[in-house]
């Protein structure tokens, strides 16, 4: 079965369109989520006074801490999206360059491309993973979405008795270090799974 260049030209621009759509996801997300901690530090003390009970400011800390993990996953999960559908672009240009025209062809040229990409995502180290503009986005929201655990961590330490600071500070310093070490993999294993999969958009059937 052959595929014509218009065809395959509706397809990248689909692409485009996928990839502004996912950055305009990313926008939003990362709005929503400095607004929410901007207001839960803000007015943190005046909202300790009005919440009714001794442990629901711990509560509310618990939550802000899971908001925040839903909202990496989210970024994560967009990132990962939208490499995917970039991967898909340089597939079309490759095809149209090398002016492949049946559906074996271009589904030999997608596994071709995506095993080296997924060879290339597998080697490469966190600082590599970190390098571009967008996942550095990703990682300076986790070390964000971070802060309310820090506030967990002193509630419930102050909750169970520890006056001490340097003790707090431990517990805290704990906290931080093991959330924000758990959304650094998460985000990187999303990462190097981007082309494991064959993106549905170029999924041309025989």
């Not at 207001?39 to 009005?50: D, P, Q, R, T």
């Not at 009970?53 to 994560?76: E, K």
């Not at 491309?113 to 997924?118: G, I, R, S, Y």
Request: charged share 20%; hydrophobic share 45%.
């Amino acid at each position: 079965m052959s595929v014509s260049n218009e065809f395959l030209l509706s397809v990248y621009e689909k692409c485009n369109d996928h990839l502004k759509e996912q950055s305009k996801k990313r926008d939003q997300t990362i709005a929503f989520y400095l607004v929410v901690i901007s207001f839960y530090f803000g007015s943190h003390a005046n909202i300790n006074k009005l919440l009714v009970g001794q442990y629901t400011p711990i509560l509310f800390s618990f939550v802000l801490c899971i908001v925040g993990g839903m909202v990496i996953r989210t970024l994560s999960g967009l990132r990962s999206w939208h490499i995917q559908y970039a991967n898909a672009i340089m597939i079309i240009n490759n095809v149209m360059a090398k002016d492949i025209k049946t559906t074996a062809e271009i589904n030999s040229e997608i596994n071709y491309f995506l095993a080296e990409k997924k060879t290339t995502y597998k080697t490469m180290t966190v600082r590599h993973i970190f390098s571009g503009v967008e996942n550095r986005v990703i990682l300076a929201m986790t070390f964000i979405s971070g802060f309310p655990v820090l506030m967990l961590a002193k509630e419930l330490s102050i909750a169970i008795g520890i006056r001490d600071v340097n003790y707090i500070f431990l517990i805290e310093a704990l906290f931080y270090i093991t959330y924000v070490s758990y959304y650094f993999y998460n985000t990187i294993e999303n990462i190097r799974k981007s082309a494991d999969q064959v993106t549905w958009i170029i999924k041309f059937e025989e």
